[in-house]
């Protein structure tokens, strides 16, 4: 059978129709199957790079590494103009962590179940003209002033000097720095926009309106596995040492303990460092006193005492009378919490807080007042504490 030429002619045109289709597709496949290529490519260097780039600060945060060897002592500068001597037998004492002037009341933390690494720099600056304001207007009525979480040359800070800060508002009392966080790049969190904690520098300081004869830093034993070790505080305690006339030392520490500590295994190898070291001070007469941000509550506290919704994830972690040293006292005041979360900006009717700042005394030190300050977290996510003690010369 003979076909038609139009029939010819259609079939061919829709031979190359097809033909030309399927070039078509093939020739796409090939460009996508080059493009994909291209990005796998990309995406290999990319995770590369950034690999490279993640072990290159492993490696370069741990050459630099600040890590003292536990139970290790150091002389550390006692600075300021004050140059009384002598120490009185009626004392006022006051700790306050006053999270390096950037966890006041509009802040949270992304450690914390927040997202914040640090405040807007005209917040960082009125909160600390809050802490340096509080500080100036309690010298005349204070002998000793603990202070933790100050920064010396922090990005959280805007690289502020908190410690001369102070100081210049300190009347001329004698202070003493000890470092406990000295790490040159803290890349959490990660996240977009990628706002990475960085740079910190920070630690104690102790101002005292009597000079002390020495000032030393101890470094507490334990601390965090690698990485993470690498990147959190190196917790110490700050002593400041007054010989007496009777033969006896006056040693008033300063002390931070470990935070994130899940199990609370590190704590307490701390406490047990605390509890030889100073039951050791009292067996050659001397008297303690201890007051700073525990990061526990004391002994026998109700961790819902304030708020009855904890955070989640929240531990909460307490001192027990057998981590103490033998015979001493603990104080404080359970009208007012001392610390608050920081998962959320601070409301007073939800936001969870607690009682983690106080003092621990030895024999021979009658108090006769302990008082949290509420300022409700205005300038920081601790509040202030003041201890009123009277010192008996010879009882132990």
Known sequence: MLLNPETIKKKNESSLFLIKGMSYFVGLSCKLDTMLRIILKSLAWIISIFVI????????????????????????????????????????????????????????????????????????????????????????STDFILIQEVDRDSKRSYEVDQVEELASVSNGFNYSFALNYDVKFVPVPFGLPYTPYGKTYGGLVSLSKVKPASATRVQYPGGFSWPTGIYMLDRCALEFRYPTIWGWDLIIVNTHNTAYDATGEIKKVEMEFIKQRYEAEVKKGNKVIIGGDWNQVPPGWDSKHFNADMPNGYTPQATTTDMLPDNFSVWFDASFATNRSNDKPYDAKSTYTTLIDYFITSPGIEVLSVKTINMDFKFSDHQPVRLKVVIHKNEL
């Open 53 to 140: 780039a993640f072990g290159g600060l492993l490696v370069f945060s741990t050459i630099t590494d600040y890590s003292p060897e536990a139970g290790s002592e150091e002389q550390l500068a006692i600075e300021g103009s004050n140059g009384v001597s002598g120490i009185s037998d009626t004392l006022s004492l006051l700790i306050w962590n006053i999270g390096y002037g950037g966890l006041g009341a509009e802040m949270d933390f992304f450690n914390d179940g927040g997202t914040g690494t640090r405040p807007e720099e005209d917040l960082s600056k009125k909160y600390l003209q809050g802490i340096k304001d509080f500080i100036k207007a309690n010298t005349d």
